[in-house]
Nanobody, 124 residues
Framework: QVQLAESGGGLVQAGGSLRLSCAAS????????MGWFRQPPGKEREFVAA????????SYADSVKGRFTISRDNAKNTGYLQMNSLKPEDTAIYYC?????????????????WGQGTQVTVSS
């Protein structure tokens, strides 16, 4: 089992930045690929970004490319999502996920473990 806990969400003005963290405990986090997903109000959960276990390969949703950066520090069992140039449409609950994957897949059903989420609100 891997337990995940997100932090770093909050209220920010459009154009601002936030860095989300995903702290892992339990089984060795470094063995798992990591993903970030989000669920906007009234919408389904959607893919944001993913990263392989060693950080060697990443993937991003088109809507966040060039603005968001996913990273991880396996020594600290922590993953990150740096979000810059935030827009009101980025408002959502953000979830981190971990899975036994060899590629940074955008499909949520392929991830085994999920955090509880952290709210990000971007005001216009």
């Amino acid at each position: 089992q891997v337990q995940l806990a997100e932090s770093g969400g909050g209220l920010v003005q459009a154009g601002g930045s936030l860095r989300l963290s995903c702290a892992a405990s339990g089984r060795t986090f470094s063995r798992y690929a990591m993903g970030w997903f989000r669920q906007p109000p009234g919408k389904e959960r959607e893919f944001v970004a993913a990263l392989t276990w060693n950080g060697g390969s990443t993937s991003y949703a088109d809507s966040v490319k060039g603005r968001f950066t996913i990273s991880r520090d396996n020594a600290k069992n922590t993953g990150y999502l740096q979000m810059n140039s935030l827009k009101p449409e980025d408002t959502a609950i953000y979830y981190c996920a971990a899975g036994s994957l060899v590629t940074p897949t955008p499909h949520p059903w392929q991830y085994n473990y999920w955090g509880q989420g952290t709210q990000v609100t971007v005001s216009s």
